[in-house]
C-alpha cells in the first residue's frame, strides 16, 4: 500500500467540458517503440507550386481558377460533406433504432496565405490576425444564414493528419445542428453558469494560473495550457481570459493577443521535435442560433498526435477506441516540456 | 426543395448505444484522394521469427522465455498502462477542475496461434474455439479478482493500428472502473433494460434482421451487420441472437457459432482488398462487478479505418475530433459490399 502520487501511478481523470474520463499511465512512457513510424516530408516547399490547387492563380478540381489573392482566400469545398439543398422531411422514419434526419449544412476552405510554403509560426502577426478576421467574417456570414446553428472553424495539418495538401489551410464546417462534441460542451457550460453565474473556463483558467504547472504560454488576453484532462500526448488549448463567447466580440487587442499566441504555441509545437508539427485544431464558441450564450467561452483546441518524435505517434485504437482515452505521460510533464522550448522557429535564421 | 433520400442526402444517424450522432455523407465517396497512403507489407511472413518477441521458446523484453506453447498463450504485458498496487487515496484532491482518482488494473496479452504467419481468417474452426475459451477463461480468471470490475478483450492488428507485431494477438486490460465508452453503452442497455424488460440489443438485431440490408452475415446463433449509426467505412458488429450476457455463458454451439462468424468475417475482411485487413475490434458484455447485469448482451465492435484500398485509410480528425464522427459512404452500401464478397480466403489455393 502506498499513498497516490499522481506523478507516478496510473489514474483516472475527468474532464468536465465533455464528462468524460481519461486514463493516465504516467509510467508507460518508457516502454520501447517497435511500430510504425511516420514518413515526414522533410523536402523545401516552394514559394509557389503550380500543381497546387490552393495556390494564387491556379485551377481546382471544378475547373475554377482561384484568385491572385494577397492575404486569405476563401472557397467552398468542391467536396462537401453537407449540402445546402433543403430537403423535406417527414419525421415518420422517427424509430428506435433507425433514427435519422437530413443536415444542411455548408463547407469552406480557408487558405492562410498566398505563400505555399508558410505555416502559422512562419507567418507575421499582421498576417495571422489577417486569418482572424478572416474567421470573424466567416462566422458572421454563415451564422447570418437562417439554417446555420453552429460554426466550426477547423485546422488539419500534417499528412499524418489527413491533410492532403501542404499549402496552409483550414476548413469551416457550418451546420443546421450542434455537432455531438460541442453538444456535449453546450451541455457543461450551460449547467456551470446556471449554477455559478460566471463560465466553467473563466474559473478553470484562473485556477489554472493559481497552480501554474500546466501553463504552457499567458499573455494579457489568453493563456495556452495543457488541460488537465488531456488525451493527446501534446495536447493544447488556448483560452480567452475573458469570458467572451465568440471571435466577433474580440476587442483590437484581444485579436492582436490571440496571433501572437497562436504564434507562439505553433513555433514550440514545431521545435518540439523540429518538424512541421502536425495536428487538428479548431474553435469552440456560441452557437449562431440566435439566443445569447452567455455560458460559452471561447477556447481553441489543439489536438496533435505526436508521442515520442517527429516520427512515431500516439495510437488512439483498441482500448482508446472500445474503453476509454488513455495517455502515456502526464499533462503536467508536457506543459513543463512545452513551456521550456523556444519561442524562436527551429528554422529561422539568426536575425 | 425536395424529398429526404436517404441514400444520397447528408444526414445524421443517432446511435442508442452511446447516444450520439453521425454524420452520413453518401456523395462524398466520390472526390479524389491525394493525401497520405499507408504502406502495408506484404511481405510473406514466416511460421516462426526469431527475433519476434511472441513466438513459442523466445525471449520477452524483460528477460523472461516464453514457453513452447501449442495454442494460445497469455501472458502480463511488460508496459501495462495500469498497475496491480493498492494506493492509498484520500478524496481531498476532489475539485471542479483538477478530479483524479489511482484506478488499479492488469493487461495481458493474449498469442492467438504459435504460428506467426497465421491471422483468424486463415486459422481453423477448431483452434479459432480455443480463442474463445482463452477469453472465457480469462474473463472469469480476471473477473473473479475482488477489485476487477471490468475486463475489456480487444485486438489491434495491422500497423495502422498501432501494432507493433504482426505475430496473431490480442490484449486483455481489467480494471477497477468501467471504461468511459463501456459506462455509456450500459446506461444505455440499463434504461432500455427497465423499460421493455429485453435487452436493446435483441430487439435491434430482430429489427435488423427484417431489414436485411445491413446484414453481412448469420447464422444459427450471431449476426454480424454494418450498425445503422457506423462511424467507420467497414464498421461491423457481431451480435447474439440469444440475449447472452456474457462470453462465459455461452452454450458449446454458440463458441463454435461465434467462431465461425469470427473466421467469415475477417475473412471477408481480407478479401475486401486482398490485404491482412487491419481493425481494432473488442468484445463488450458485462462488468465482473458481482452484480446480474440482465441489460447486457454479448456483442463484439470491429473499428477497420480502410475506406478506397488497402493502403487508403479514413481519417477521423478535424471536423471528426472537434465535432462530430463523419462517414462518406452509407452503411448500407458498406454491407452489401461485405455480403457480397467470398467466404473463401484470397490467399488460400484450390483444394
Ligand atoms: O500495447 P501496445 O500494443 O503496444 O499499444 C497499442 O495498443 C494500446 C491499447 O489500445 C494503445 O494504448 C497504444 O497506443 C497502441 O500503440
Ligand atoms: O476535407 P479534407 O481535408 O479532404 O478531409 C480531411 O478532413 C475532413 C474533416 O475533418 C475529414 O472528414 C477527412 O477524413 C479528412 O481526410
Known amino acids: 500500500m502506498k499513498n497516490f502520487d499522481i506523478n507516478e501511478d496510473p489514474h483516472r481523470r475527468f474532464n468536465p467540458l465533455i464528462n468524460e474520463w481519461v486514463l493516465v499511465s504516467p509510467h508507460r512512457a518508457k516502454r520501447p517503440w517497435q511500430g510504425q513510424n511516420e514518413t515526414i516530408s522533410t523536402e523545401e516547399l516552394p514559394k509557389y507550386d503550380p500543381t497546387c490547387y490552393l495556390c494564387p492563380g491556379n485551377v481546382r478540381a471544378n475547373g475554377m ?33 433507425f433514427k435519422a434526419k437530413p443536415e444542411q449544412g455548408i463547407s469552406r476552405v480557408v487558405c492562410f496565405s498566398p505563400r505555399h510554403d508558410l505555416t502559422l509560426p512562419e507567418m507575421e502577426i499582421a498576417d495571422i490576425e489577417n486569418i482572424i478576421k478572416t474567421w ?19 485546422e488539419n495539418k500534417g499528412s499524418v493528419m489527413g491533410c492532403s495538401n501542404p499549402h496552409p489551410h483550414g476548413q469551416i464546417w457550418a451546420q ?45 488576453h489568453f493563456v495556452a495550457l495543457v488541460p488537465f484532462w488531456a488525451i493527446w500526448p501534446y495536447e493544447t488549448m488556448i483560452v480567452s481570459k475573458r469570458a467572451v463567447n465568440k471571435i466577433t466580440n474580440f476587442t483590437a487587442e484581444e485579436s492582436t493577443a490571440f496571433a501572437k499566441i497562436l504564434k507562439q504555441l505553433t513555433t514550440k509545437y514545431d521545435n518540439l521535435f523540429n518538424t512541421s ?31 515520442r518524435s517527429a516520427t512515431v505517434k500516439k495510437f ?33 535564421t539568426v536575425k
Request: overall charge negative; glycine content about 4%; cysteine-free.
Open 316 to 348: 488512439m485504437v483498441g482500448y482508446e477506441m472500445l474503453g476509454e482515452s488513455q495517455r502515456d505521460i502526464t499533462p503536467e510533464k508536457s506543459a513543463e516540456i512545452l513551456r521550456q522550448l523556444s519561442d524562436v522557429h527551429y528554422k529561422s
Open 65 to 97: 481558377n482561384n484568385p491572385q489573392y494577397e492575404n486569405s482566400f476563401v472557397f467552398e469545398n468542391d467536396f462537401a460533406a453537407m449540402k445546402q439543398d433543403e430537403i423535406i422531411f417527414e419525421d415518420d422514419i422517427k424509430h428506435t433504432f
Open 277 to 307: 508539427f502536425p495536428y487538428s485544431s479548431g474553435i469552440h464558441q456560441s452557437p449562431t442560433d440566435g439566443l445569447l450564450h452567455p455560458e460559452w467561452h471561447f477556447h481553441m483546441h489543439f489536438y496533435p498526435p505526436l508521442l
Open 136 to 154: 470573424q467574417k466567416e462566422y458572421t456570414d454563415l451564422g447570418n444564414i437562417k439554417y446555420i446553428n453552429h460554426v466550426q472553424i477547423f
Open 176 to 220: 443546421s445542428s450542434l455537432p455531438t462534441q460541442v453538444e456535449k460542451t453546450q451541455n457543461s457550460l450551460k449547467s456551470y453558469y446556471d449554477k455559478n453565474e460566471r463560465t466553467l473556463l473563466e474559473d478553470y483558467v484562473k485556477a489554472e494560473l493559481k497552480a501554474g504547472e500546466r501553463i504552457v504560454i499567458e499573455n494579457d
